[in-house]
């Protein structure tokens, strides 16, 4: 079955960085679309950036353009969210997603397959 696996989430200070990571198995992967979302408590999941099945110019947020960053390997079937200049709004859940070919920038019904989730907490 498919599988998504987040890791790299953590405590840090504002204007600090960290880097979010995503292994894939049990899909093409060179197929899908990949995207990042996040989710405080009390809101909607919201979309934060995506790369499409060829890379090509990514999708983001407009809260995150200029300081996230994402990236695919194909080889590896995995994906990266190079997070920086963190803000205390930036704290979320992060959620990896997978959706054949294109990405959109949501809604989260968009994509077919979900990660668990990683926890990002940015202190002021």
């Known amino acids: 079955q498919v599988q998504l696996v987040e890791s790299g989430g953590g405590l840090v200070q504002a204007g600090g960085s960290l880097s979010l990571s995503c292994a894939a198995s049990g899909l093409t992967f060179s197929t899908y679309g990949m995207g990042w979302f996040r989710q405080a408590p009390g809101k909607e999941r919201d979309f934060v950036a995506g790369?499409?099945?060829?890379?090509?110019?990514?999708l983001y947020a407009d809260s995150v353009k200029g300081r996230f960053t994402i990236s695919r390997d194909n080889a590896k079937t995995m994906v990266f969210l190079q997070m920086n200049s963190l803000k205390p709004e930036d704290t979320a859940v992060y959620y990896c997603?997978?959706?054949?070919?294109?990405?959109?920038?949501?809604?989260?019904?968009?994509?077919?397959?979900w990660g668990q989730g990683t926890q990002v907490t940015v202190s002021s």
């Open positions: 790369i499409s099945w060829r890379g090509g110019s990514p």
């Open positions: 997603a997978a959706r054949w070919r294109m990405v959109v920038p949501g809604p989260a019904s968009e994509y077919d397959y």
